[in-house]
Every structure is written in structure tokens, then in C-alpha cells.
């Protein structure tokens, strides 16, 4: 059975920093017109409301947060783990091993997301299996040294949580790669940090144009972007993604 929670209720727990705990058997729902309160009043709420909201987009209808989450725990996270970046350095075993890690998460992810999309996997896509095609996508982001590439790592609490990097392209633009957040930890506000943090690269290495790749699966991700300024764009090259999988991925790009 679906429990009710007043948006007036809710919101004014949440500013009193009161935790709600969703029983497992009694999912969330909260109506659109009520969700823009939250960006106001409390920042760290909004971030919980993973997605559009945070891009404030006020068109959704309705949100339901899974049954058994404790929006607690996403609140803390938010407000009191120190999120830090990381500049990685490859030539420090370390750093590579984390990246890797990160790199496998990113790609199992978008595997299974592929399946459902399309039927097939990125094996079957991309001529090749996914623990070496990872091994051949790492190099374009560890290979060279600033302005040619860059990339990051967060970490809460030494626990690397997210990363995303920043490479050139042929025709002397940037492009930004990798932007991915562990699932326990999206909606702190993590993605929008590293993407703002490799604009802020870009910029400073002098480029003009900074670009990038999304599933159309990536509503969370779209939504950063287009807060940031990215507007949509014909396939580039350069990009990543094989032709096979251009209808259900989008490119984007911003003017610096």
C-alpha cells in the first residue's frame, strides 16, 4: 500500500533536520507543483530529489523514492561527508588502480542500461569483451598531461565515490568523459562538483569549445548538463560511442 506524505509536512521536517524513515513496504510520493519548495529552503533536500528538480525543471508530475530508502542518510551525506577531488596522477599506481575500479563500475552500469535500451550488450556493440575494451578506453584518459587530459577522482572519507575527466578532441576542442557517481552516493551534488571543476579546467587551458556524450538513460546527467549550459549537437568526432548506439545517445556541447 502507498503512504502519503504532505509536501508541507515533509518540507518542514527536512528544514528542522529531522530524518524520514520510509518503511520498506510504503514507497514516497510527493506531487511537482510541492517539490519546488525544496530547492529553496533547503539545498541538501533538493539534492536528495535526484534529477530534474535539481537542474530546476519544475515539469515532473510526480517523484517516488524507493521503498526502504532513509532520507537521512542522503541528507548526511550531503551535508556532512566532505566531498574532495582528487587530481589523478597515473603515474602513481594508486591513483591508476582507483580509476580503473571506477572506470569498471561506469561501464558494467552502462552495460545493463544498454541491454534494456537496445537488447544487446557493449560486447556485441563495440566488436570486443568489456574488461579489455575498458583497458583501451583507459588509455585515452591516462595517456597524455594537461591541457591535453585531465581527470578526477571524489572521495568521501578516503572512499573514492565518483570521477570524471577532460580530453582533446581532433578538431582542438575538449571533452568532457567519465562523469559518474557510485549509485549509494548520487544526489549529493557530486556530478555537478566534478563537472564544474573540468569547465573550470577547460577555461583555464585555454580551450573554446567543451563537449560531450550521454545515454538518453542518463536523465540525471542530462539534466546537469543542460543546467551547465550544454546544448544538444549533431554527432562530433571523436566521440566515443559507435554509430550502433547513436539513437539512444545524445551529444551535447558549450560555448566557454
Not at 594537461?146 to 571533452?175: K, N, Q, W
Not at 548520487?186 to 556524450?213: H, N, P, W
Not at 545515454?215 to 566521440?239: C, D, T
Request: net charge negative; hydrophobic share 45%; with cysteine.
Amino acid at each position: 500500500m502507498t503512504a502519503l506524505l504532505g509536501p508541507a509536512a515533509l518540507v518542514a521536517r527536512l528544514q528542522a533536520g529531522e530524518a524520514v524513515l520510509l518503511p520498506p513496504d510504503k514507497p514516497l510520493f510527493l506531487m511537482g507543483a510541492d517539490l519546488a519548495q525544496l530547492q529553496q529552503p533547503r539545498a541538501a533536500a533538493a539534492r536528495l530529489l535526484d534529477g530534474p528538480l535539481v537542474a530546476g525543471q519544475k515539469q515532473l508530475t510526480e517523484i517516488q523514492l524507493s521503498s526502504g530508502n532513509r532520507i537521512a542518510n542522503i541528507m548526511n551525506r550531503a551535508e556532512s561527508s566532505p566531498v574532495e577531488l582528487m587530481l589523478a596522477d597515473f603515474d602513481k599506481p594508486e591513483h591508476r588502480h582507483i580509476v580503473l575500479v571506477l572506470t569498471s563500475d561506469y561501464f558494467a552500469w552502462m552495460n545493463g542500461e544498454i541491454q534494456q535500451a537496445m537488447g544487446c550488450s557493449i560486447p556485441e556493440l563495440v566488436g570486443m569483451e568489456l574488461e579489455p575494451y575498458i583497458d583501451s578506453v583507459m588509455v585515452s584518459v591516462c595517456r597524455s598531461t594537461p591541457p591535453e587530459s585531465v581527470f578526477y577522482f571524489a572521495t568521501i572519507h578516503g572512499r573514492s565515490v565518483g570521477m570524471g575527466g577532460l580530453r582533446r578532441l581532433p578538431d582542438g576542442s575538449a571533452e568532457v568523459v567519465r562523469i559518474y557517481t557510485r549509485p549509494e552516493y548520487r544526489g549529493c551534488g557530486i556530478g555537478t562538483m566534478v563537472l564544474q571543476q573540468l569547465i573550470s579546467e577547460a577555461r583555464r587551458f585555454g580551450y573554446a569549445m567543451l563537449k560531450l556524450d550521454t545515454g538518453v538513460f542518463m536523465k540525471a546527467a542530462q539534466s546537469i548538463y543542460k543546467a551547465a549550459g550544454f546544448v544538444e549537437i549533431e554527432p562530433y568526432q571523436g566521440a566515443e560511442p559507435p554509430a550502433t548506439v547513436h539513437a539512444i545517445w545524445l551529444f551535447m556541447q558549450k560555448t566557454l
